[in-house]
């Protein structure tokens, strides 16, 4: 790490651009709206097209992690575009620390930016394990409590909008509203750090009100669910617009939020003080953190469930209670238990098709992904789920055509069971009438 470290300093923090790499766009703006409130001049990245992973594979080794690819594929494509001054520009990486090659983007990026002349951008890691530090970029509480309520508006905002789309009778409505939110909800997270509970609580109710006014017509359509690596499972530049793809083949995706991410991490940090007796001194603030961070989700699921119109998540401890049938919670590699819980929960709310996404070669999801296909069917006979593999090498055509034949089945399996009830229901009906 240590290796083309260029610090950001506090000078820096007064004219310095800082570059964000997309994943979940209207969550990175709600974010980025927070870092302006402590004097950052943030930008989201949202170039795509071949372009990116080509510009990657220039610049780090083929073999690499697919998103690392990307992410590098993305900075260097705007640093070299000659529309920034590259003596005022930064980078910023968000990471967990864990042992997945992604705590090793930030290194890889300095590699990269070496190679093209650029080694004296300095690199920031946003990460609540302290990787390493920089004197011009501090999380405070106050920013890091505001950031969580980005990541609850961001889930939201898009459950809402996966809910709303296949059925809208005007096309676009639902991505309006999800920007009008934004924009709103961008601002008042920007003024000067100040949240107040209650008024987040009100924020929630109004924006399900909204979503339900949109006007829908009733369909009969197949859920698909989106579980895999984190950068792959929601950035449409890694997962070739996976979720456009769905809704244009008719379906509704089904995506469990980046909350529940953050808190599998918190819950992470409690494990390893049961399991390897380690930092057993913050063992209780970070239980008392977890208890907060759960008890802020059930409010959310309790104003959806208020509204009676959107389906509602489930809590993050249920999902917790699914995984030790199948895989023990230690299993913290990557997305580990979660993605494994995930399924698991997306086949016991009724989302019984799910697509798998993973990076081409990624150990920890073929592992807690595609290996667990396996024990999960076994367990639950109705879910059907298939693995895909993106690279900068894979065929698009070949995804996609999985994917039909995904829904294709899917389909063919829900019409076998309405056709299986209604010969129930009248085999019903003639033995009552026989009984009269």
């Not at 379906?251 to 939020?257: L, S």
């Not at 509204?307 to 809590?315: H, K």
């Not at 999902?319 to 819980?341: C, F, Q, R, S, Y």
């Not at 309405?418 to 019903?428: G, I, L, Q, R, T």
């Amino acid at each position: 790490m240590a290796e083309n470290y260029i610090p950001f300093t506090k000078e820096m923090k007064k004219d310095y651009t800082i570059l964000i790499p997309n994943m979940l766009p209207t969550h990175f703006k709600l974010i980025m709206s927070v870092l302006k409130t402590y004097g950052y001049k943030t930008e989201l990245l949202e170039t795509s097209g071949t372009k990116i992973s080509e510009t990657g594979l220039k610049y780090t080794h083929n073999d690499t992690c697919y998103p690392a690819i990307l992410v590098i594929g993305q900075f260097l494509s705007a640093l070299l575009s000659g529309k920034y001054d590259t003596h005022k520009v930064a980078l910023i990486m968000f990471q967990t620390g864990g042992g997945c090659r992604a705590s090793n983007y930030i290194y890889l990026i300095r590699k990269a930016l070496k190679k093209a002349n650029l080694g004296y951008i300095p690199v920031i890691s946003l990460s609540l394990a302290g990787i390493e530090k920089h004197p011009g970029f501090t999380l405070g509480p106050k920013m890091l409590k505001n950031m969580l309520y980005a990541t609850l508006y961001g889930d939201l905002m898009m459950s809402l909008a996966n809910q709303i789309k296949p059925y809208e009778i005007t096309r676009g409505d639902a991505d309006r509203l999800t920007e009008k939110w934004t924009n709103i909800l961008g601002g008042e997270l920007g003024m000067k750090g100040h949240t107040n509970y209650r008024k987040i609580k009100q924020n929630y109710k109004k924006i399900i009100d909204d979503f339900a006014k949109i006007k829908v017509e009733h369909k009969d359509t197949v859920k698909v669910g989106i579980v895999g690596e984190i950068f792959v499972k929601y950035s449409p530049l890694a997962n070739n617009g996976l979720e456009k793809f769905l809704l244009s083949e008719g379906a509704e995706p089904v995506v469990p939020g980046l909350y529940d991410f953050l808190m599998y991490c918190v819950y992470n940090t409690l494990n390893e003080c049961v399991l390897y007796k380690k930092n057993t001194a913050v063992y209780p603030i970070y239980k008392f953190i977890y208890r907060i961070l759960c008890k802020k989700k059930r409010d959310v699921i309790e104003i959806i469930k208020k509204n009676g119109i959107f389906e509602a998540w489930t809590p993050f401890e249920e999902i917790v209670a699914l995984a030790p049938d199948l895989i023990n919670t230690a299993v913290k590699m990557g997305e580990g238990w979660l993605l494994t819980a995930e399924m698991l929960e997306l086949g016991k709310s009724g989302c019984t098709n799910i697509v798998c996404t993973q990076p081409f070669g990624c150990l920890p999801n073929h592992i807690c992904g595609k290996g667990m296909m396996k024990p999960i069917k076994e367990k639950n006979p109705n879910i059907n789920i298939v693995a895909i593999d993106y690279d900068a090498g894979a065929s698009r055509v070949n995804q996609e055509n999985r994917l039909k034949l995904m829904l294709f089945n899917a389909r063919r399996v829900k019409e076998e069971i309405k056709s299986n009830e209604a010969k129930s229901a009248v085999k019903s009906s003639n033995a009552a009438a026989e009984k009269v």
